[in-house]
């Protein structure tokens, strides 16, 4: 069963990381995806801020899972590249990031995601590049 199909199936449960984090599965299809999670004191940095590396994590999942709502069963993906853009700083609430699919091409998809908070505003910024891996040929 592909990704896809198991996210579709069990939600969350497809990703031990989703588990993990309690991250919710939101809309995805069409090269687009959408992630949700509720910011927790066991998340927070040592000043108290969400930590930096949970919105460049967030926001990975969410491209991967749009990108694989484009792909055939089989196809395998790996991130080559992330840039995440910190525009401010969560405590608490539950934050959203939205991903999409900019271009793909046979061997890599380029891809633009985005951390909000509850209120709308905009909280981190990620783009990047994946490697596709088209499904090895048996003889």
């Not at 588990?19 to 940095?45: T, W």
């Not at 930096?52 to 967030?58: E, F, I, P, Q, R």
Request: overall charge negative.
């Amino acid at each position: 069963m592909s990704y896809i199909e198991e996210i579709a199936r069990i939600g969350r449960d497809a990703n031990p990381f989703f588990r993990l984090m309690g991250i919710d599965v939101g809309n995805y299809g069409n090269g687009r995806a959408e992630l949700f999670m509720n910011v927790r004191p066991d998340m927070h940095n040592g000043v108290g801020w969400l930590q930096g590396g949970l919105y460049t994590a967030l926001c990975d999942e969410a491209m991967a899972l749009a990108l694989f709502s484009i792909l055939d069963e089989g196809v395998a993906i790996a991130t080559i590249s992330e840039c995440t853009s910190f525009l401010q700083g969560a405590r608490s609430g539950r934050i959203r990031a939205e991903a999409e699919v900019v271009k793909r091409g046979r061997s890599v998809a380029f891809m633009r995601g985005q951390i909000s908070s509850e209120e709308g505003s905009t909280l981190a910024e990620s783009t990047a590049s994946f490697a596709i891996f088209q499904p090895m040929k048996t003889a």
